[in-house]
């Protein structure tokens, strides 16, 4: 018997999948892209980014950006993670990505187990949707790869940081070139090691 997910997914309904990439860095802003699929216009080889090598997802986005019926990415700014903590932050910019859709969708599905309070669509969450549906899937390759770029443009103007090799998230080269070189404004200052590193600073100058 077919699942509910299954129906829905089945049901001809307009439906734009919402995921997330960068909530675990150290620096830069969380990317979120929501994709709406064109069921005329299949896109083989859709999976959850984590899954797919770095060629492979750039060679995805590419297509989905032109096959699929709507797309968008959007993200939510350091300063906003820093203000509003990395959930809300990461809310916030899912519900910019919806919002941004050219095409209007009957349905939102959010990879995860949260739904942003900003949504006035019909919304639900799938845990582990970006394995499970197709336009999550698509929707976690767009913030992924959108979000390494940031990263890799970051790692043009400070070398020094290697964010193109860990794109911020608090490896051990990471976290010695921030005791090394100190935080930069693409820091999140919220965030543990760079809070440490800021208060260590503090401390020195009194």
């Not at 709406?36 to 216009?41: N, V």
């Not at 809310?91 to 919002?99: D, G, I, K, N, T």
Request: aromatic share 4%.
């Amino acid at each position: 018997m077919p699942d509910s997910l299954s129906l829905l997914l089945a049901s001809g309904e307009l439906i734009a999948g919402v995921d997330e990439a960068g909530r675990g860095p150290l620096a830069g802003a969380v990317f979120a892209a929501a994709v709406i699929l064109d069921p005329a216009r299949p896109i083989a080889g859709l999976a959850d980014s984590k899954v797919l090598s770095e060629a492979r997802r750039d060679a995805l986005a590419i297509l989905i950006k032109r096959d699929a019926l709507a797309w968008c990415i959007a993200s939510a700014s350091v300063e906003e993670i820093d203000q509003l903590n990395i959930l809300h932050a990461t809310m916030l910019a899912m519900s910019r990505a919806v919002e941004g859709l050219a095409t209007q969708p009957g349905r939102v599905l959010i990879d995860g187990n949260r739904v942003p309070k900003q949504l006035t669509l019909p919304a639900e969450a799938i845990v582990k949707g970006d394995a499970k549906v197709q336009a999550i899937s698509a929707a976690s390759i767009l913030a992924k790869t959108a979000r390494d770029a940031e990263l890799i443009a970051l790692d043009a103007l400070h070398p020094q940081y290697g964010f193109a090799r860990h794109k911020g998230y608090p490896t051990a080269e990471h976290l010695a070139a921030l005791e090394a070189h100190g935080a930069l404004a693409a820091h999140r200052k919220s965030f543990g090691p760079v809070k440490a590193w800021l208060a260590r600073q503090q401390g020195q100058l009194f």
